[in-house]
């Protein structure tokens, strides 16, 4: 099945920082969502962007379908902006034996200090 | 406000007892999912429903789970009997078609 792999695995931020996360997937696919599991545990949608760039805020993301990756950005890191990051995938195709389901990175853990 | 929700957020449960889980997907939602998710495994994929048909529940322990829609507005997570190795989150979502998926608050499982 396809393989979603999300980079950094964690990153440290000072309070003001910019940072970017990354989200390869090893097959076409028909849409991709970013998440943000704050520390309550709450997973957050954050965009729906199966190609092209969106913003929203602080927040801005970019997915290459032709080349399988999306990028998520955060500018001017805030401490609320702590959390686990997941990138999400629905495969275009369906493997043998498989079904189209969402398939999710093992996420980033990303921790804002004040 | 749409949002899909759990219930109960919280479970603490002896070993050995029935446990259901609750979740009311979104309006006019006909993608259904239920995840779990622990540290050591993340986020896996138990089942997965399009208008209320099972379509991959691959994921779940055959002989003590199961995953049901009786209806559109209601999915039900069952273990029986549940063992400690089930403390987890388990989360549900709901989705129209392969769209953005909204994801509920979960429900912590406890299994003493």
């Known amino acids: 099945g396809i393989q979603v792999e999300q980079s950094p695995p964690d990153l440290i931020l000072q309070e003001g920082a910019n940072s970017t996360l990354r989200c390869n997937f090893s097959?076409?696919?028909?849409?991709l969502q970013w998440f943000h599991q704050n520390p309550w545990g709450q997973l957050i949608n954050l965009f729906y962007?199966?190609?092209g760039t969106k913003q929203n805020g602080r927040l801005s993301a970019t997915t290459v379908a032709t080349e399988r990756y999306s990028l998520l950005y955060i500018s001017s890191s805030q401490t609320t902006d702590s959390g686990v990051y997941f990138c999400?995938?629905?495969?275009?195709?369906?493997?043998?034996?498989?079904?189209?389901?969402?398939?999710f990175g093992k996420g980033m853990k990303l921790t804002v200090n004040p | 406000d749409a949002r899909v929700t759990q219930t109960p957020r919280d479970k603490v449960t002896e070993m050995g007892q029935e446990v259901t889980m609750r979740c009311q997907p979104i309006?006019?939602?006909?993608?259904v999912f239920w995840y779990r998710q622990t540290m050591m495994q993340g986020l896996e994929l138990l089942a997965y429903?399009?208008?209320?048909?099972?379509?991959?529940d691959s994921g779940m322990p055959k002989d003590r789970f199961s995953a049901e829609m009786p209806d559109a507005t209601l999915a039900t997570l069952k273990i029986q009997p549940s063992e400690p190795r089930d403390s987890a989150v388990y989360f549900c979502?709901?989705?129209?078609?392969?769209?953005?998926?909204?994801f509920g608050q979960g429900t912590r499982l406890t299994v003493v």
């Open positions: 429903f399009r208008n209320r048909a099972p379509l991959d």
């Open positions: 979502a709901s989705g129209f078609g392969v769209a953005e998926a909204f």
């Open positions: 999400a995938v629905w495969p275009r195709y369906i493997t043998q034996g498989g079904s189209e389901k969402l398939v």
């Open positions: 097959d076409s696919v028909n849409n």
């Open positions: 309006l006019g939602h006909n993608t």
């Open positions: 962007i199966p190609s």
